[in-house]
């Protein structure tokens, strides 16, 4: 069965870094890219970008370019998104999902939270 | 970048009634195209793959049909757990999600 366990909420203030993980099983992490979506507040869905884990290829939403890093690690199947210096508008829900053949699994999220 | 556009926007109806849910392309996305229900809370649970084959553990009441521009999602008679929030969203160039539908009990 795939599974995609994301870390635990985050409460953080504006320019600190933050690194989100999400701990893919029930399949080869190496041989399928895994997506990275933010979901703001009260509103919809977002592409932010994709990795694929086994050569660590990365490909950005434009408007996501430079706003955050995505990485993974193979030898424990995870993948992670992080931020350098957060902003009070990186509040959100962010979701990890498994691409492939077009059926999405999904992470149950992480709630990331910037405020002084 | 690909707009998918999903009306209407709200759509209040009682259990036991059809509903009918849409999403138009700005352009063809040939059948590259998911549909997924979200819940207060949760995360976006997928319904519908490849614009009209229902994923693992999903209900018949929900159908999907639909090619190149005009897709749509059909839920034949509503039960009380299908009110929320559905999206569809395109793989066909890059990815790209609609502004999602709001359905509610009237």
């Known amino acids: 069965e795939v599974q995609l366990v994301q870390s635990g909420a985050e409460v953080k203030k504006p320019g600190e870094s933050l690194k ?5 099983s029930g399949y080869t992490f190496s041989n399928y ?9 009260g509103k919809g869905l977002e592409w932010m970008g994709i990795i694929y884990p086994g050569d660590s290829e990365t490909r950005y939403s434009p408007a996501f370019q430079g706003q955050v890093t995505m990485s993974a ?3 424990i199947s995870t993948a992670y998104l992080q931020w350098s210096s957060l902003k009070a508008s990186d509040t959100a829900m962010y979701y990890c999902t498994r691409l492939g053949n077009g059926y999405f699994y999904w992470g149950q999220g992480t709630q990331v939270t910037v405020s002084s | 970048e690909i707009v ?4 209407p926007a709200t ?7 059809r509903a009918t849910l849409s999403c138009r392309a700005s352009q063809s996305v ?3 195209l998911v549909w997924y229900q979200q819940k207060p809370g949760q995360a976006p649970r997928l319904l519908i793959f490849d614009a009209s084959n229902r994923a693992t553990g999903i209900p018949a009441r929900f159908s999907g049909s639909g090619s190149g521009t005009d897709f749509t999602l059909t839920i034949s008679s509503l039960e009380p757990e299908d009110f929320g ?6 793989w066909s160039n890059w990815y790209t999600f609609g502004q999602g539908t709001k359905l509610e009990i009237k």
């Open chain 2, 11 to 17: 759509l209040s109806l009682s259990p036991g009634e």
């Open chain 1, 73 to 75: 690690d193979k030898s």
């Open chain 2, 30 to 32: 040939s059948n590259f």
């Open chain 1, 20 to 24: 989100v993980s999400c701990k893919a």
């Open chain 1, 33 to 41: 890219w895994i997506g990275w979506v933010r979901q703001m507040p």
């Open chain 2, 4 to 7: 998918l556009t999903q009306s």
């Open chain 2, 85 to 90: 929030v559905y999206y569809c969203q395109q």
